[in-house]
Nanobody, 115 residues
Framework: QVQLEEFGGGLVQPGGSLRLSCAAS????????MGWYRQAPGKQRELVAG???????NYADSVKGRFTISRDIAKNTVYLQMNSLKPEDTAVYYCNGQAAGATYWGQGTQVTVSS
């Protein structure tokens, strides 16, 4: 079992930055893949960025060059640094973990990009 809790959402102006945090209830090195997904109103949930326990990362094309996923193993935390935010980045952002054939989700945190 893994509990995931997100922090750091909020309201930001276009061009601004936010950092999301996802705290896991166990050693994230034991979690095969961790990632961030988002879901905008009326749209399907989509992958934003992922990081494997090897450290390899992947990103959605829409966020490449603007978002960075990273981790602090000692703190069991994964981060999503979001720069140059756009109104179309507005969504609920969910932390995701996959381990031993199971998938875990956080409760989500709202990110709103608006002037």
């Amino acid at each position: 079992q893994v509990q995931l809790e997100e922090f750091g959402g909020g309201l930001v102006q276009p061009g601004g930055s936010l950092r999301l945090s996802c705290a896991a209830s166990r050693n994230i090195f034991s979690i095969t893949v961790m990632g961030w997904y988002r879901q905008a109103p009326g749209k399907q949930r989509e992958l934003v960025a992922g990081i494997r326990n090897t450290g390899n990362t992947n990103y959605a094309d829409s966020v490449k060059g603007r978002f960075t996923i990273s981790r602090d193993i000692a703190k069991n935390t994964v981060y999503l640094q979001m720069n140059s935010l756009k109104p179309e980045d507005t969504a609920v952002y969910y932390c995701n973990g996959q381990a031993a054939g199971a998938t875990y989700w956080g409760q989500g945190t709202q990110v709103t990009v608006s002037s």
